[in-house]
């Protein structure tokens, strides 16, 4: 059975705001994702700012089948410690040779180790739904979209993007909030897949993420109260409890891809038939 490593590089209190809201870590959300789609698979979590992750060598990370890079509020342009933690992290991960996969702040950290560029988003943010995300033509052929439509939306939550990839890289997919929605990063001797929105979230997770992050939304122009916030929250919610609610899809204005569980994770699932081939592959 394969053996699987979450890093995850929210704070302790992060942790705990997200427990209360929405029942998991960022981290333990992505646990939940992976053994249902892999059953039996082994999955631990790394905290790559805390102790243990030190033992945590690209020796050691050998072992592993595969590495997640989970979501987070951690910034990877600011300098401050624990930033330089999770990037040498990410860094032996390229190392190691074992394929790993990122969504949001894990495509983020995964650019920045490699050599890329991450920014604030200028004057915006992407917040609940990513919309009409379409593959560019490397990524039309790419495994990590195998069976995406022309045009998709999925669950995100983000004020901060990719500026630049890094050398060897190729962008995947893009829309018109932020130009790198999915890429692949070759480096060392690692591949890693990532994307900038959240197959591993659920509607109600995402709900409960705007609503920790309302006046974000307000000053962002994106709502105009925390009951504006909180409504919306409340569609997402109504999704998460029957992905087939016809009001909530019109609310949303949301399909099959967001509202299905299995097609929203479409990219997991993808990377996880091909990550056995991909381990030991050079960058």
């Known amino acids: 059975m394969p053996h699987f490593l979450i890093a995850e590089s929210e704070s302790p209190t992060e942790r705990a705001e997200r427990r209360d809201d929405a029942g998991k870590s960022s981290a333990e959300s992505f646990a939940a994702t ?3 789609l892999s059953p039996g698979a082994t999955v631990d979590i790394v905290d790559p700012c805390g102790d243990a992750a030190a033992t945590l060598d690209a020796d050691r990370l050998a072992a592993f089948d595969a ?18 933690s999770v990037l040498a992290f990410a860094r032996a991960i390229f190392a190691s040779g074992t394929p790993a996969f990122g ?3 894990g495509l ?3 650019t920045a180790a490699a050599g890329g560029r991450v920014r604030s988003m200028p004057k915006r943010m992407e917040a609940g739904i990513a919309r009409r995300i379409t593959a560019t033509y490397e990524g039309a052929a790419h495994p990590l979209l195998a069976g995406r439509s022309v045009a998709w939306d999925a669950p995100a939550i983000h004020g901060d993007e990719v500026e630049a990839l890094p050398p060897g890289s190729r962008l995947l997919a893009t829309n ?9 990063i070759r480096h060392d001797r690692s591949v890693f897949w990532g994307v900038q929105y959240h197959p591993e979230l659920s509607p109600g997770e995402i709900g409960a993420a705007i609503r920790r992050q ?22 997402f919610g109504a999704l998460e409890n029957d992905p087939g609610d016809g ?10 891809d ?7 994770r479409r990219e997991l699932r993808n990377f996880l038939d091909v990550a056995p081939g991909l381990k030991g592959r050079r960058g």
């Open 67 to 84: 590495v997640f890079l989970s979501g987070s509020p951690i910034h990877v342009y600011e300098e401050r410690p624990e930033v330089a």
């Open 108 to 110: 983020q950290v995964a």
């Open 247 to 256: 009001a909530a899809r019109w609310h949303l204005g949301v399909g099959d």
């Open 258 to 264: 967001f509202a299905v569980a299995d097609q929203r």
């Open 214 to 235: 309302a006046d974000e939304l307000i000053e962002a122009g994106l709502a105009r109260s925390p009951d504006d916030v909180g409504r919306q929250a409340d569609w």
């Open 34 to 36: 992976l053994k249902q």
């Open 103 to 105: 969504s949001c702040a």
């Open 176 to 184: 018109g909030a932020t130009r790198v929605q999915a890429a692949e």
